[in-house]
């Protein structure tokens, strides 16, 4: 071995290094432990406890990672677990830590010659990582389908037995997932996960092992059996030789048949069986392409909605765009004949976020805009159009009300002109939504007064009499409600 301190080689029992001096107690300890652990992995696999060996043995080159004989044991024992590459992983390394007179060299030869298992062993790690992706996919039919192949080329792989096992109970097919265990529990009888999925199978089946050696226990014999009766009286035995003759036809006549004709037989069922068993396969591969396609068609067909859904939404919005500045260019139109209101009233549906180019969302900012100096300018002139049309000055209020929401004294003249124009339950709405927005100025103090009227709490002949007041002076003459004072 090599000193831990200068690397230099020294005798295996050395507890003193000889060239620095180190002492080595601590190493030879070390070196007692693993192999302490290694006889403990030794005694576990002799009795087929697999895991309780390899647990042991990772504990012994835990303490000394040098000793050869712990890793080739633990090769031996992946190896007998199906686990062929951790296997070759150990040999490989006991060689590199221990080059001369190792054991490991054997093995790794025996493996390299043996090419038809190294294929074999490829092939059976395709195939159980394929149906590990199957399984994670949900093709359980399919993982099981491929699982079986798996353990008939590698019968000692556990972690393929156990997946398979697993997906028998997923199936709730419990009798195959024991039987499948009870090969793996030959191989390592104490392997957790395989006693805890039995536990699990018995826990839902309520049969156990117990229950199973009773069932297969051999009835006890009857003790008076053999005995035979005692009596003085005997029967002359007859001849049996003819009938020694006919039984000795009938077993040579079954000879003949078992040797020339069962053969052909069995050969011809067996080879039928195998046919059957294929195409059966075949039909459960098919069966589950076909479900797998038909999910992958439901996916696109999703993916082609969804698609529609957008060029559908883009032709929306590229609709609603063409409109946007269509109504922009009609605001541009009247803005430049001087119809501010027209302008304003155009794009009032429009927001300047719905304008992409930057000369655009000038021009809308330039013909939506209107000073509150241009406001009360259009309210004093619509006011001034009830003296000569209701419907015009209705209109230009209606426009009004478009471009500035909420504004107390255009809903008061609203509320006016339909009272004029004879709409009780129009005019109602419009001084209630006047009063709404500031109670206490003049415009809600006469919508009051007027919704009072309408509401009948006034006579109807002073209703008569202010109607004939405004209708002849109009709102700007009408001194009572300050329409005079914008």
Not at 65 to 83: F, S
Not at 317 to 342: C, F
Not at 354 to 371: M, R
């Amino acid at each position: 071995m090599k000193c831990p301190v200068c690397g230099a080689k020294v005798a295996d029992n050395a507890y003193q290094c000889g060239f620095c001096g180190s002492d080595l107690s601590v190493v030879q300890y070390l070196k007692r432990v693993s192999g302490t652990y290694y006889n403990i992995g030794l005694d576990r696999a002799r009795v087929r406890d697999l895991t309780g060996s390899v647990e042991a043995l990772k504990k012994s080159l835990r303490f000394f990672k040098e000793n050869k004989d712990a890793r080739n044991l633990l090769g031996l024992v992946y190896y007998e677990m199906g686990e062929i590459t951790a296997a070759l992983s150990e040999w490989v390394l006991s060689k590199y830590l221990v080059p001369e007179k190792n054991s490991a060299d054997y093995y790794i030869d025996t493996l390299q010659k043996n090419t038809v298992a190294v294929d074999a062993t490829d092939q059976t790690i395709k195939k159980y990582n394929a149906a590990l992706a199957s399984a994670q996919s949900g093709n359980a039919d399919l993982a099981i389908i491929q699982l079986k192949k798996v353990v008939s080329l590698n019968p000692h792989f556990i972690r393929a037995a156990h997946l398979l096992a697993l997906l028998y109970m997923k199936e709730k097919e419990y009798a195959k997932a024991e039987k499948c265990l009870q090969r793996v529990r030959k191989i390592d009888t104490n392997n957790t996960t395989t006693l805890r999925y039995l536990k699990e199978i018995y826990e839902v089946t309520g049969g156990g092992e117990i229950q199973d050696k009773a069932k297969k226990a051999k009835p006890k014999k009857d003790p008076l059996e053999n005995v035979k009766p005692v009596g003085t009286y005997h029967e002359e035995k007859r001849s049996l030789m003819p009938f020694m003759y006919l039984i000795i036809g009938l077993v040579v006549g079954i000879a003949v048949t078992f040797v020339l004709i069962r053969p052909t037989l069995m050969k011809g069922s067996m080879d039928k069986g195998s046919e059957i068993a294929d195409v059966n396969e075949k039909l459960s591969v098919k069966d589950t392409q076909i479900t797998s396609l038909q999910g992958e068609k439901e996916d696109l067909q999703n993916q082609i909605n969804d698609l529609n859904e957008k060029i559908k939404n883009s032709d929306t919005k590229a609709q609603k765009e063409s409109e946007n500045y269509e109504k922009l260019l009609k605001a541009v139109s009247l803005y430049i004949a001087g119809d501010r209101l027209g302008a304003v009233a155009a794009v009032g549906d429009c927001k300047k976020k719905d304008f992409t180019l930057k000369e655009a969302k000038s021009l809308y900012v330039t013909v939506s805009t209107i000073t509150d100096q241009e406001l009360q300018s259009m309210i004093t002139k619509a006011r001034e159009m009830i003296n000569t049309s209701y419907d015009e000055a209705l209109k230009q209020l209606k426009a009004l009300n478009k471009v500035a929401k909420n504004n107390q004294k255009i809903l008061y003249l609203i509320g006016r002109c339909y009272q004029y124009k004879g709409n009780k339950e129009k005019a109602k709405k419009y001084y209630e939504k006047a009063i709404e927005i500031q109670a206490g100025t003049e415009e809600a103090v006469q919508a009051d007064k007027y919704l009072s009227e309408l509401n009948g709490t006034a006579k109807k002949k002073t209703e008569k009499r202010n109607d004939n007041n405004t209708g002849d002076n109009g709102d700007t003459g009408d001194t009572g409600e300050g329409d005079t004072q914008e």
